[in-house]
């Protein structure tokens, strides 16, 4: 993913509101599993984590997005941008490389 690339989706993240959390318990399959769902349908989403998780933030962002083969767009405090074009019907046209 270029920056040009990755800015843009930065852009259009700014309107969203965070739609998965993680606590204290850290990241378990499950969620794993909803938010691979979840960018399929929207296939950009945010995630908000808490400052009591156990893990650190980078470390949470690379697990997601390798078991999701998403490319992360940017983390930024305690919330994590993610993208992965969806496979049928896909609604984010990326700039040109």
Not at 41 to 46: D, M, P
């Amino acid at each position: 993913m270029t920056s040009k690339q990755r800015a843009y989706l930065r852009s259009l993240a700014n309107t969203i509101k965070p739609v998965y959390q993680i606590g204290k318990n850290g990241l378990n399959e499950n969620q794993i599993e909803a938010i691979d769902n979840t960018l399929e349908a929207r296939e950009l989403i945010k995630i908000n984590t808490l400052v009591t998780t156990p893990e650190d933030i980078t470390d949470i962002a690379n697990e997601i997005a390798n078991k999701t083969n998403s490319d992360i767009v940017q983390i930024m405090g305690n919330k994590i941008t993610l993208y992965r074009k969806a496979k049928k019907n896909s609604k984010i046209e990326l700039p040109k490389k």
